[in-house]
C-alpha cells in the first residue's frame, strides 16, 4: 500500500498567518492527491481535488499544488472558521489512502 | 442538491453484525460510485472500499476483505455497508461518501453525516 505522511502533525496560527501543510507519498502519485477538512463532530468536506483544484464553493484562500511525491496544502490568510483537521489522500492506487492528518488551532 | 443520511446509531455485542444504510437523493443514484470510509475515535480516516451502484460490482480494502458486504437498492437509492464478526475495535464512525466524479472510484466527494457503530459486551 502506498503510504502517505503528512506534517505537522498539529499546528498553531494566528488569525490571518499563511498556514501550510506537506503530504508525501511513499512512491509517485502523479497528481492524485486530494485534500479535506473535517471539523469537530462533523463528517470530512473535500476541499481540494486533483491536487490543486478547489472544489465548488470553497473559498480561494484554501490551496494546493504539487506532484509526484511531494504535496502541499496553504490557507493563505488563516480564519477562525479554519480551525479543523486536514487530511491529504491518494487515490493512484487502491486502497485509498488518508494521510494522518494535521490539527489546526487558533493561537 | 446531493444529499446522503445515514442510518442511526448502533450498538452491537462482539461477534454480532450491522448494516448501515445510506439514502441518496439529489442526483442519479446509479451514475456515481459510493465509498464507505471509517474513522475510529479520536483517530483518522480509513477507506473501507468502495460499490458501483449500477452495476453492483464492489471493491474492498484487504484489511476487511471477508467481513464486509456493500449493497444496494435502487430502487430506493439506497447503499448499505454490513460488517460482521465485530470486535471491539470496530466502534467508529462509519460513513458514506459519493464519489465525486461520473462513474469513477477515486474521489470521495460529498459525504454523509455519519453512523457511529459501538462494540460492546
Known amino acids: 500500500d502506498i503510504q502517505m505522511t503528512q506534517s505537522p502533525s498539529s499546528l498553531s496560527a494566528s488569525v490571518g498567518d499563511r498556514v501550510t501543510i506537506t503530504c508525501q507519498a511513499s512512491?509517485?502519485?502523479?497528481?492524485?492527491l486530494n485534500w479535506y477538512q473535517q471539523k469537530p463532530g462533523k463528517a470530512p468536506k473535500l476541499l481540494i481535488y486533483?491536487?490543486?483544484n478547489l472544489e465548488t464553493g470553497v473559498p480561494s484562500r484554501f490551496s494546493g499544488s504539487g506532484s509526484g511525491t511531494d504535496f502541499t496544502f496553504t490557507i493563505s490568510s488563516l480564519q477562525p472558521e479554519d480551525i479543523a483537521t486536514y487530511y491529504c489522500?491518494?487515490?493512484?492506487?487502491?486502497?485509498?489512502?488518508f494521510g494522518g492528518g494535521t490539527k489546526v488551532e487558533i493561537k | 442538491q446531493v444529499q446522503l443520511v445515514q442510518s442511526g446509531a448502533e450498538v452491537k455485542k462482539p461477534g454480532a453484525s450491522v448494516k448501515v444504510s445510506c439514502k441518496a437523493s439529489?442526483?442519479?443514484?446509479?451514475?456515481?460510485?459510493m465509498h464507505w470510509v471509517r474513522q475510529a475515535p479520536g483517530q483518522g480516516l480509513e477507506w473501507m472500499g468502495w460499490?458501483?451502484?449500477?452495476?453492483?460490482?464492489?471493491n474492498y480494502a484487504q484489511k476487511f476483505q471477508g467481513r464486509v458486504t456493500m449493497t444496494r437498492d435502487t430502487s430506493i437509492s439506497t447503499a448499505y455497508m454490513e460488517l460482521s464478526r465485530l470486535r471491539s475495535d470496530d466502534t467508529a464512525v462509519y460513513y458514506c461518501?459519493?464519489?465525486?466524479?461520473?462513474?469513477?472510484?477515486?474521489?470521495?466527494?460529498?459525504w454523509g453525516q455519519g453512523t457511529l457503530v459501538t462494540v460492546s459486551s
Open positions: 461518501a459519493r464519489d465525486l466524479r461520473i462513474a469513477v472510484a477515486a474521489i470521495p466527494g460529498p
Open positions: 439529489g442526483y442519479t443514484f446509479t451514475g456515481y460510485y
Open positions: 460499490i458501483n451502484p449500477n452495476s453492483g460490482g464492489t
Open positions: 512512491q509517485d502519485i502523479s497528481n492524485y
Open positions: 486533483d491536487a490543486s
Open positions: 489522500q491518494q487515490y493512484d492506487n487502491l486502497p485509498l489512502i
